[in-house]
């Protein structure tokens, strides 16, 4: 390897380093289950099964029926989101990712999760203040399958 | 008349020396040709590694003096490629490839190779071979604590038919096909209580995978190392959703090989 190859691979390595990410919510793949409850998850409204999805013992989140609501609250603030969902969603089973930034009770961004055949990923970026009384919401409104493997909510401060 | 005699006998002599000559001249060029031929059909021969020429030679000297147990153990390379459609699934899930930034996925792997041969046949033997082909760790930010880890690796137990020929008797050329199952064993790390400690899942995938090889060998009458390499096919291991990944790809290996029992 030449000494430029080197050089752009250092940066490149010095880049991935000094990018960071926050998780702002704990148990993005829904894989803590206590029970028939997630257990870093509050169920708020409607039904939901733990399914295996790739693996059997990687899950993801059926909700059942409409409707379902599931909120956490925020780890910390944030200036900046990345919102990423991995979902397998039937056509008008209406799933959305909302959240409210500072947690007085009003909706300030909904992601809407869009259908699909077999499991996707999608990525969201935002720039929202997200204060530490902020909420995050997972809501299925209309009927059809829904499951969804992975909702990861992050702060993004890459340079 | 006699000297007319001489002169068409003479005569006659010229056209036959004529004829001897344009004889000789077509016999050298044939000679010519011949040779021209004859080299390139050694150098033809030298260049494919002995096929024609020294088949009557192996006739007379067997490969290891006929010996007909082999064991052969190999070392090298694989390539697969970049990515299927079970690592595009990994990815759908949040797993990384994480080797650091510079590594290149379509960078050669290990691969390993052991087997055990029986000649059955002159220039025909069956094989039992196992081969360690591709083998893969991931890792996911879980959001816990320690990032999930998700590895696999996949073995094969084939039984595999060669056709050799022994170009002198401590020197050989093979092909070999085979067919047989592919065995990935897998470990998924994950945290799925609220226990801090992360639970392992084992699970074997059993596939099947195909096989075509090719090789050279030099051996003393119980010694000798190989140079091998091929391609397998091998759809192992899948995912819930049957996405595959082609565990095979090209391999070269290098190896060691013992020979001993009786001839034929």
Redesign the interface.
Known sequence: MNRAALLVSLMMCLASVAACETDLVDDPGFQLWCGEELCAWDLEEGEIRKVPTWHTHDYGVDLVGAPVLLSQGARSSASCVRIEVTSKVEAGAMVTVEVDADGDGDVDLTVPVGGSERFVSRVHDVELDVSIEGVFYLRKSGQGEAVVARLRVSEECGW | MTSGHRACGSGHTREESGRRVAAVFIGTEIALVSLVHSMRLIALALLLGGVLAPSVAAAKEPFVEGQTWGLEVGLGLGWVGDSSAYTR??????FEDKH???WDPGAPRFRFSGAVERIVLPYFSVLLQTNLLDRQKWY?????GED?V?AWSSWTLDVQARAFLPVRKWFRVYAQFGVGPTFTGSR?Y?????DAEQ?K?R?VDVGYNVAGLGGLELSSKHAGFFVQGGYFYSPSPK???G?AHQSGGGILLFGLSGHFGRPL
């Open positions: 699934t990994l990815e759908t899930f949040g650091g930034c510079c996911r930010d879980s959001g816990l999930d998700f998924l994950v945290q799925t209580t609220a639970t899942y699970e995912n819930r959703f996405d």
